[in-house]
């Protein structure tokens, strides 16, 4: 892992015995699970934060700690932290860092995410880790070695099967246009604003049953998965004009295009599909799953009806939120 620091940089950064940061949330706008192909997708980080913050401290000592989970972790420097934990994300990224680290810290995590609604909480994890020691040690990480970091730690790490949308939405901000294939690169979209509502089932979601299932299918080459990836794939592209051109109208039909694909792959769920009916009925123009699927949040586009459709949303038992773009 020598590689990901460029030695370039040492000298621009300052050692800091306490950093303090936030990562946002993140919504996938078009193209979810496509990027297990390597496919484009399109993110959207939201105003919806983790709060990470690190503090040295003079002896050996290594302590984790989540305010949310009330999970706290407890290591010597030199010994490996256990992985079988919900921090894992944190003792695999410190097995990759750990020859950076020549004093103990502690390091906790409170965070405004919901955690397991599909707003990515897991990569908020791992990025709000990887940048509290880029400040704290000089490591002189970019923005992409960031969220490659992450991305390995989540996929290679701890072998969830993940692409790359999360991580590198949350590392770069805004509405992004992301290639995730093994030289993935980030396009910012020009979106001033975007009039969406969000809305979590609020049903125990099966994110990993769907994904390992899924990417099962893809690995047969079962042609009605890999042809609604094409249909979602296309969709992603023409997605990226109608924000462009802020085509509302168009963006409600690519969405409603690909939750009919996440039907056909049996990736949706009888709750995500009466809230997506919900949505629209109230005056949205289009609605769609998010996340790999099996609960989770929808995401609907509604201009000048976000309110009437979060309410509907809410009456249909979820969960609704209206959402502003996050930028750094």
């Not at 001033?192 to 049903?203: A, K, Q, R, T, Y």
Request: net charge neutral; aromatic share 8%; hydrophobic share 40%.
């Amino acid at each position: 892992m020598e590689s990901i620091v460029n030695p370039i940089y040492q000298t621009l950064f300052v050692m800091k015995s306490k950093v303090s940061l936030k990562v946002p949330g993140r919504i996938c706008l078009m193209g979810d699970k496509v990027d297990l192909l390597g496919k484009p997708v399109i993110g959207m980080a939201i105003n919806l934060m983790m709060t990470i913050n690190y503090e040295e401290r003079t002896d050996e000592k290594i302590e984790f700690y989540s305010h949310d989970t009330k999970e706290r972790v407890k290591f010597i420097l030199g010994e490996s932290p256990p992985k079988n934990i919900d921090l894992a994300y944190w003792s695999v990224l410190y097995e990759r860092l750990k020859h950076h680290i020549r004093k103990g810290f502690y390091i906790d995590v409170s965070s405004e995410i919901p955690i397991g609604a599909g707003l990515s909480t897991s990569a908020a994890l791992s990025i709000g880790f990887i940048k509290a020691l880029n400040q704290a040690l000089d490591l002189g990480l970019s923005n992409g070695e960031i969220a490659e970091l992450a991305y390995l730690g989540e996929n290679h790490d701890l072998g969830i099967q993940c692409g790359r949308l999360d991580q590198y939405t949350e590392v770069y901000g805004g509405i992004v246009f992301i290639q995730t294939d093994e030289n993935p690169s980030v396009e910012y979209l020009d979106v001033g604003s975007l009039p969406i509502v969000v809305g979590d089932s609020m049903e125990d979601r099966k994110a990993s049953l769907i994904l390992n299932r899924v990417k099962a299918q893809i690995k047969k080459k079962d042609s009605t998965t890999l042809k609604a990836f094409t249909i979602i794939e296309k969709c992603v592209y023409e997605a990226k004009d109608a924000l462009l051109q802020k085509n509302y109208s168009k963006l409600g039909k690519l969405m409603d295009i690909q939750q009919e694909q996440e039907r056909i792959i049996k990736a949706s769920t009888e709750k995500i599909d009466d809230l997506c009916n919900a949505a629209k009925n109230a005056g949205a123009l289009g609605a769609k799953q998010m996340g790999a699927g099996g609960g989770g949040c929808i995401v609907a586009i509604a201009p000048g009806n976000q309110e009437e459709v979060a309410k509907a949303i809410n009456h249909a038992g979820g969960r609704a939120w209206i959402f502003d773009i996050f930028r750094y």
